[in-house]
């Protein structure tokens, strides 16, 4: 009996480590992660209140080498301070970045891009959670700012210019 206990003791000792140090890992990621040369192809989407379709609405995807550059150029430029977001929201995108580290291994890695009223622009990284719960909008309306902003968290975003959707030649 005792054998078991100290051998479930041991096993949660162990996984409090383990969640431990994935909280650590957590707080040192940075938007520069972002800049992985594997990068093959990027997703846009935007919620739209004047759409009949499901939100966020797909409106773009660069996959053009010299639009992959862009981007990875982007990030280098985006400020490693984390901040909170502003209250007063213009627009919410998703961006979905896909790599490719070998012809069998996708992953992915996303985005929320959000523009205040004065035309700045925020970025935080999503979780998988996260874009589950974004995702489930039949529609959008203006309230809906809110709620998805709840969802991400008011924490952990970075400043960065915007971006020119224009980007291909």
């Given amino acids: 009996m005792k054998t ?22 957590d707080e040192k990621s940075t938007i ?7 990068l093959k192809s990027v997703e ?14 797909l409106i ?3 996959f053009e080498r010299s639009d992959i550059v862009y981007f990875l150029d982007w990030f ?5 301070r984390k901040t909170s977001i502003p209250s007063r929201i213009n627009s919410i995108f998703i961006y979905s970045f896909h790599y490719a580290k070998s012809e069998e291994i996708e992953t992915q890695k996303r ?4 523009t205040d ?23 959008f309306k203006e309230g809906d700012q809110e709620l998805i902003v709840n969802i991400i968290g008011n924490e ?12 291909s030649p």
Avoid at 32 to 38: G, R, V
Avoid at 117 to 139: A, G, K, Q, W
Avoid at 159 to 167: A, E, G, M
């Fill in 76 to 80: 280098k430029g985006a400020d490693n």
């Fill in 44 to 57: 846009v989407n935007l919620f739209r209140s004047d759409s009949t379709k499901a939100q966020p609405e």
């Fill in 117 to 139: 009223i004065n035309n700045s622009v925020y970025i935080h990284e999503l979780t998988d959670e996260m874009f589950r719960s974004l995702s489930d909008f039949e529609t």
């Fill in 32 to 38: 520069n992660d972002f800049t992985d040369d594997s």
């Fill in 156 to 167: 952990n975003w970075y400043t960065v210019k915007q971006i020119d959707l224009n980007i």
């Fill in 111 to 114: 985005l929320a891009y959000v």
């Fill in 4 to 25: 078991i206990i100290i051998f479930i003791m041991s096993i949660l000792f162990l996984s409090s480590c383990a969640a431990s140090e994935s909280n650590r890992n």
């Fill in 60 to 62: 773009n995807v660069y």
